[in-house]
Each structure stands twice: as structure tokens, then as C-alpha cells.
């Protein structure tokens, strides 16, 4: 699965964007694949923020961002979205999304990562 991520940009405090994952496959995402999105701020590690199950749609969240993102698919586009509402400062960091067959909250586990995509919050 070959990943692509856009929709990063510059936002003030309080203000949402969306970001956008496209998957690339020959053939299909089988229905367990999981399908996330992780973070990495300067110095520090890269962090889970969320995920979701390609056939069923169950999500999972990062304690720090439920309530605010909202991840979601489009089956037949291979796309994948991160709503980020209420941003934070602390939301500032580069985004990744990434795809595996073997786990859902460990960056270890994804073996298919996009480009990441800047996101800016200004206080």
C-alpha cells in the first residue's frame, strides 16, 4: 500500500483543518487492515493520534485528541481523513498516515507510511 498525505497547513488556536490520506493498492485493503494517523513534534517521538479498521469502521483515538479528531474512510476512494477540531498549539507537529495488518497504537507495527504534512497551531 503506497500512502500519500495532504491538507496540512498554518491555523490559529481553536480553528479545524482536515487532512487526507490516499491509498494506493493493487487490489484491495482487506477488511482487517488498519489504516492511522501518527504524529511527530520537534525532538519529540512519534505518537499515535488515531486509527481505523478499513471494513468495519471502528475507531480509535488518542486520549489527547478524543473528543476534537474525527477519523474516517471512504471505502470505494481508498481515502482516508483526519478531522482536527478545537486545534491546540500543542497539536502542532507533522502528520503521518500509515497502514498495517498487525497492530492498531504502536508505529512499530505499521509497515506502509506516507510523507508527512505540517500542521501549524498559532496561540
Given amino acids: 500500500v503506497q500512502l ?71 471505502s470505494a476512494r481508498n481515502m482516508v481523513y483526519l478531522q482536527m477540531d478545537s486545534l491546540k498549539p500543542e497539536d502542532t507537529a507533522v502528520y503521518f498516515c500509515a497502514g498495517t495488518s498487525r497492530g492498531i497504537f504502536a508505529a512499530r507495527t505499521y509497515d506502509s507510511w506516507g510523507q508527512g504534512t505540517l500542521v501549524t497551531v498559532s496561540s
Fill in 4 to 74: 500519500q498525505a495532504s491538507g496540512g497547513g498554518l491555523v490559529q488556536a481553536g480553528g479545524s483543518l482536515r487532512l487526507s490520506c490516499a491509498a494506493s493498492v493493487s487490489g484491495r485493503i482487506f477488511s482487517s487492515y488498519i489504516m492511522g494517523w501518527f504524529r511527530q513534534a520537534p525532538g519529540k517521538e512519534r505518537e499515535f493520534v488515531s486509527a481505523i479498521r478499513w471494513g468495519a469502521g471502528t475507531t480509535y483515538y488518542a486520549d489527547n485528541v478524543k473528543g476534537r479528531f474525527t477519523i474516517s474512510r471512504v
